[in-house]
């Protein structure tokens, strides 16, 4: 992004209900245009809100630092730390003069080591989430060692320093802008602005902190992942064409120089690991592709699909019963293919699909291998997300149970042995809670998206009270599913969140919410802060089948309604001691 068009970004004001979202930025130097890069990208990444920056005195790294926590206490929602080698010591900058002498070279590896030590204290004492930028500027030459050999002064001060990072980084609280990316988006020989360092105390070329601009808000406002990615077979999972080729001429090696297609193998059955949903979309005959997924030297193994879709039908119609299996929109799925009018198929039948094309040239398939990895990070996997791919595929056999009982959902519901594991204790609130809100869609209550930092203050209010559920039955677990967030007064209930995974959907576990939530607040009304949106149609028919007329915000739901239009509920509910 350019100055000016930050500039002309920020000429936009925000909307005038625009809540604000507040950012603490702690550096040693003067931020002059990184500040600016820094509200526009957000601005762009959070059109709804009020982007606020609060900077310290220009040389004052420490001062600033301590700051934040003063800052968090007022309601800060991200913190941002900016590290550069004159931090640690003023002599590793260009503004300061000092002497560079064998005895102060081991001084300020010393300074080093104390800097490291302090830095890890004081952002452990920070709960709001936290970015941390280490030094991305060059030292100046002060080491006695010429320039193509590293001195053991500067490796032991970046190795002390990494070592603090890296412990930091092991707090969910805690993000580490990524160096490796960072020397691909901006070359470390085009960073230092000598000039304006001098004049102004800003070290920074503006291409350089453009880059960083871009990183810093990716990092603090965290795009949402995509859950699953579906796949051509011939030129994309391995080369050659199965019904051409036959199975045994179909490879994915160095031999035959199809070694880019084992790399993607690689990718995908990652992906599957952590939770990410693989299907396949093909023209080709199923026996044949069924076949040679038993072939050992598979990096993707058969049982890392699911759904498979091999035929001659067009792959529109394929991606289109994927979805209605996994039960996901298209803006959530990632769909790969060698075939530029394949992709443009599937593209317009399918709005919202990110489609990409598999290329021929390795150094192209490295970037398509970035580009997914990005698509689908998160900052931590869950135990729902490995039961993702297993509740999916049970699917089928509960519904062929359903059918043995002759459409009778309650028989089917009472012997399914569903139990509801219930966490009321706001305090063991963990991230998978949070996840939830910000990615459910069709069962969620306004559609309301929270920050870390607004969401557990949220928590911290006498008045709010929490519910989390966590089902599982015979046929398996699904893991936490269910969101229920609000405030109590006398004998009233007014939810502001209730949201629950589409993979719960038809178990009545929304009913049984309710009911435990009656019975334990003693409430005779519930009020829903109800907002409709483009997706949750399943949330407003089930508020409209208890309430008996379409919801409108504010709507209230009586307990003597609840219970004479609530079906019968099978679950063995338990509560979670401690969370």
């Keep these: 992004m350019k100055l000016l068009d930050a500039l002309e970004i920020l000429r936009e004001p925000p909307p005038p209900s625009a809540l604000p979202f507040r950012i603490g930025l702690a550096c040693g130097f003067n931020p002059l245009h990184f500040e600016t890069l820094v509200r526009a990208e957000m601005r762009l990444s959070m059109p709804d809100r009020r982007i606020e920056i609060d900077i310290g005195p220009y040389g004052d790294f420490w001062g600033n ?8 206490k007022q309601g800060l929602d991200s913190a941002v730390v900016l590290i550069e080698w004159p931090d640690v010591d003023l002599r590793l900058g260009m503004r300061h003069v000092g002497t560079w002498t064998l005895a102060a070279l081991a001084e300020i590896v010393e300074h080093g080591n104390t800097f490291a030590t302090k830095l890890k204290s004081a952002v452990e004492r920070l709960s709001v989430p936290v970015i941390i930028v280490a030094p ?9 060692t010429p320039g193509w050999q590293a001195s053991t002064f500067e490796l032991e001060i970046r190795t002390t320093l990494a070592g603090a990072i890296a412990q930091l980084a092991q707090r969910p609280n805690i993000r580490i802008l990524n160096a490796d990316r960072l020397d691909r988006l901006s070359p470390p020989s ?30 603090i406002q965290r795009p949402l992942p995509k859950k699953g990615l579906i796949t051509d077979l011939d030129g994309t999972l391995w080369r050659g064409i199965l019904g051409d080729d036959g199975i045994d001429n179909i490879s994915w090696d160095l031999d035959h120089r199809s070694h880019i297609h084992a790399l993607y193998q690689q990718m995908l059955h990652a992906l599957s690991e952590q939770g990410v949903l693989i299907g396949v979309a093909s023209k080709n005959d199923p026996a044949l592709v069924e076949e040679i997924f038993q072939r050992r030297d598979l990096i993707l193994p058969r049982t890392a699909i699911f759904p498979v879709e091999a035929h001659w039908q067009a792959k529109s119609d394929s991606v289109a019963r994927i979805l209605k299996t996994w039960h996901i929109a298209a803006e959530a799925v990632v769909f790969v293919d060698d075939s530029r009018l394949e992709l443009a198929e599937v593209s317009s039948a399918h709005p919202g699909i990110h489609c990409i094309q598999f290329p021929s040239k390795a150094d192209s398939v490295v970037q398509v291998l970035h580009e997914i990895r990005d698509l689908f990070a998160k900052g931590f996997t869950s135990e729902e997300d490995r039961l993702r791919l297993e509740s999916i595929r049970r699917s089928p056999a509960a519904l062929d149970s359903l059918n043995r009982g002759e459409g009778d959902i309650d028989h089917f519901l009472e012997l399914a042995e569903a139990e509801l594991l219930i966490t009321f204790n706001k305090e ?9 809100i910000n990615k459910t869609n069709q069962f969620n209550l306004n559609g309301a998206r929270h920050t870390e930092s607004s969401w557990h203050s949220y928590l911290r209010r006498s008045d709010t009270v929490f519910l989390l559920a966590a089902y599982k039955d015979k046929y398996g677990p699904l893991g936490k599913i269910a969101v229920v967030a609000g405030r109590h007064a006398d004998k009233k209930l007014v939810i502001d969140i209730w949201v629950m995974s589409c993979r719960a959907f038809a178990r009545r576990i929304e009913h049984k919410c309710l009911e435990e939530l009656f019975a334990r607040y003693a409430a005779e009304e519930i009020e829903f802060n109800y907002a409709p949106t483009d997706r949750n149609g399943p949330l407003t028919e089930f508020l409209a089948f208890l309430l008996g007329a379409a919801p409108r915000p504010g709507c209230c739901l009586s307990r003597d309604q609840f219970e004479a239009r609530s079906p019968r509920t099978f679950h063995r509910v338990l509560e979670a001691v401690n969370g």
């Design 428 to 436: 063991s609130v963990d991230a998978r809670a949070f996840e939830l």
């Design 136 to 144: 991305t500027l060059p030292m100046p030459p002060i080491w006695f």
């Design 65 to 72: 630092l301590a700051r934040l926590e003063d800052l968090e």
């Design 190 to 219: 085009n960073r230092f602005d000598a000039e304006w360092e001098l004049l102004a105390g800003f070290p920074y070329k503006q291409s350089h902190a453009a880059v960083l601009a871009e990183m810093l808000t990716l990092l």
